[in-house]
T-cell receptor, first 113, second 115 residues
Framework: QQQVKQSPQSLIVQKGGISIINCAYE??????FPWYQQFPGKGPALLIA?????SEKKEGRFTISFNKSAKQFSLHIMDSQPGDSATYFC????????????FGTGTRLKVLA | NAGVMQNPRHLVRRRGQEARLRCSPM?????VYWYRQLPEEGLKFMVY????????ESGMPKERFSAEFPKEGPSILRIQQVVRGDSAAYFC?????????????FGPGTRLTVL
């Protein structure tokens, strides 16, 4: 119940294409869902986040789609660029406890030039 | 406004030695979280602290690991008698508040290698 399942493990996209990364959870106490971007040797950086009272949030080329009934959420990167090549992590914040983050296992994205 | 700072960035220890990792949160942040990332894996929660208090240590091994966040100075994650399995990247994150709005900002991490 404390897991966040993330897929795919790796993804290769052509420049200008759409990258889609999916996450699923079981625990209904999760109520905040951030996405982090991590470059090699660096710490995770917050990209975009959503709460379950909205179904979609868009910031620039990044969009989160949220399906509360299915307990799924996804990150869409439009017009993917080589500079987007990084590892992406979804996470969830458990309001039934101390709001620590539960992270997915990560998706390594490579955008081909 | 400086971000979350961690030092050292890289730490090499021999088995049995002690590792001491430091985290200075962002200015104005009083909540600190420590996470561990094994190679090719996601981040796993270890411990959550507020100034002078451990709030949640459910992810931290019961033996050899300890954490503190004193009134003055950085948060410290201490690993005694390190073993090869402790080799990982250790990240701390800070937040200005706890609870539902605890947006967490991560530091660059300390990469611990145990020989």
């Amino acid at each position: 119940q404390q897991q966040v399942k993330q897929s795919p493990q790796s993804l290769i996209v052509q420049k200008g294409g759409i990258s889609i990364i999916n996450c699923a959870y079981e625990n209904t106490a999760f109520d905040y869902f951030p996405w982090y971007q991590q470059f090699p040797g660096k710490g995770p950086a917050l990209l975009i986040a959503i709460r379950p009272d909205v179904s979609e949030k868009k910031e620039g080329r990044f969009t989160i789609s949220f399906n509360k009934s299915a307990k799924q959420f996804s990150l869409h990167i439009m017009d993917s660029q080589p500079g987007d090549s990084a590892t992406y992590f979804c996470a969830a914040n458990d309001r039934s406890g101390t709001y620590k983050y539960i992270f997915g296992t990560g998706t390594r994205l490579k955008v081909l030039a | 406004n400086a971000g979350v700072m961690q030092n050292p960035r890289h730490l090499v220890r021999r088995r049995g030695q002690e590792a001491r990792l430091r985290c200075s949160p962002m200015k104005g942040h009083s909540h600190v979280y420590w996470y561990r990332q094994l190679p090719e894996e996601g981040l796993k929660f270890m411990v959550y602290l507020q100034k002078e208090n451990i709030i949640d240590e459910s992810g931290m091994p019961k033996e050899r690991f300890s954490a503190e966040f004193p009134k003055e100075g950085p948060s410290i994650l201490r690993i005694q008698q390190v073993v090869r399995g402790d080799s990982a990247a250790y990240f701390c994150a800070s937040s200005p508040v706890g609870g539902a709005n605890n947006e967490q900002f991560f530091g660059p991490g300390t990469r611990l290698t145990v020989l």
